[in-house]
């Protein structure tokens, strides 16, 4: 099988960083869905998004995690030139045949470094071993379904080890107790984040992809977060999470998840 991880990087630089956009005839299917929240009408909505940004519109990739097993890749990267603050987040494209069928995506605007002096997208880039991947997406899906959709934030304690938890969420510092610490806080504040259906993971080796629905004060979001797994414990965290309309106030009718 050809390296989908590749092809997918090279068809996202050339479309949002070199405006190339022949890219949606040579690289993507007749049929592609667009489930972004900002792209109306498929690959015409896709040129046409890149054409009106023209020169302004750039991009630079973090990392990118290939999932072989489910024709998923997910690119991790920062976007100039759509707005005056830049955007960081997860892009998440689905290939069938070698052709690009289906794009997820998840922005929000960059933030300064956190408490502990990460960004949202430094740290690590290596997906590691990745005889790895299925039990360190078992991990990731147990640790979440009973941590974050179950409430149960003692999880983050028993998933870790020794409190060693490297943040790159621009609100909270490095450190198990201190995510666990945030969460309650700001669930008493009410705006806690509820968390209702994984509706995709993307695994390669040490990384693990959720992206996942939910609400924060009663209104819909979609959640991306990034996690990697080191000897069977997870040890990092990258997010991106942003409010996201119902399905039927979207700009097209495919549902945004």
Same mark, same amino acid.
């Given at each position: 099988?050809a390296?989908?991880g590749?092809?997918i990087?090279e068809a996202?630089?050339?479309?949002f960083?070199?405006?190339?956009t ?8 007749e049929d ?8 109306p ?10 054409e009106d940004?023209?020169e302004s519109?750039?991009?630079? *990739?973090?990392?990118v995690i290939?999932?072989? @097993?489910?024709?998923?890749v997910? +690119?991790h990267? /920062? &976007? ?6 830049? &955007?960081? #987040?997860f892009?998440i494209?689905?290939v069938?045949?070698?052709k690009?069928v289906?794009?997820?995506d *998840?922005l929000?605007?960059?933030?300064a470094p956190?408490p502990?002096?990460?960004t949202q +997208?430094?740290?690590t880039?290596?997906?590691?071993? %990745? ?6 997406r078992?991990t990731?899906?147990?640790? &979440? ?5 179950? #409430?149960?934030?003692s999880?983050f304690i ?6 060693r938890f490297f ?8 450190g198990?107790q201190?995510?666990?610490d945030?969460?309650?806080?700001i /669930?008493? $504040? ?5 968390? $209702?259906?994984?509706?995709r993971?993307?695994? /390669? ?10 609400s924060?004060g009663g209104?819909?979001h979609s959640?991306?977060?990034l996690?990697?797994v080191? *000897?069977?414990?997870?040890? %990092?965290l990258?997010? @991106?999470?942003?409010?996201v ?5 979207a ?5 945004? &998840?």
């Open positions: 099988m390296d989908i590749q092809l990087l996202h630089t050339r479309l960083d070199q405006h190339d022949s890219v949606l005839d040579e690289y993507f299917a592609f869905v667009e489930h972004s929240p900002l792209i009408d498929d690959a015409a909505g896709l040129r046409a998004f890149v940004l023209s519109l750039k991009y630079t *990739n973090a990392r290939t999932d072989t @097993a489910n024709h998923l997910a +690119l990267g /920062q &976007f100039e030139g759509i707005e005056e603050t830049p &955007f960081v #987040g892009d494209y689905r069938h045949d070698g690009i289906e794009h997820w *998840n929000v605007p960059e933030a956190n502990s002096g990460r +997208l430094d740290g880039t290596d997906p590691g071993d %990745e005889s790895q991947t299925e039990e360190n078992k990731v899906v147990e640790f &979440f379904t009973r941590t974050l959709i179950g #409430g149960d934030y999880g028993d998933y870790t080890q020794n409190d943040q790159h969420s621009p609100d909270i510092a490095d198990a201190n995510c666990v945030f969460l309650r806080k /669930q008493e $504040d009410g705006e806690g984040l509820v968390y $209702d259906r994984i509706h993971t993307v695994a /390669q080796g040490q990384f693990v992809l959720t992206h996942s629905e939910g924060i209104v819909r959640y991306c977060e996690w990697r080191d *000897n069977g414990k997870i040890v %990092e990258w997010d @991106a999470i942003g409010e309309p119902a399905d039927s106030e700009l097209h009718q495919h549902g945004i &998840f």
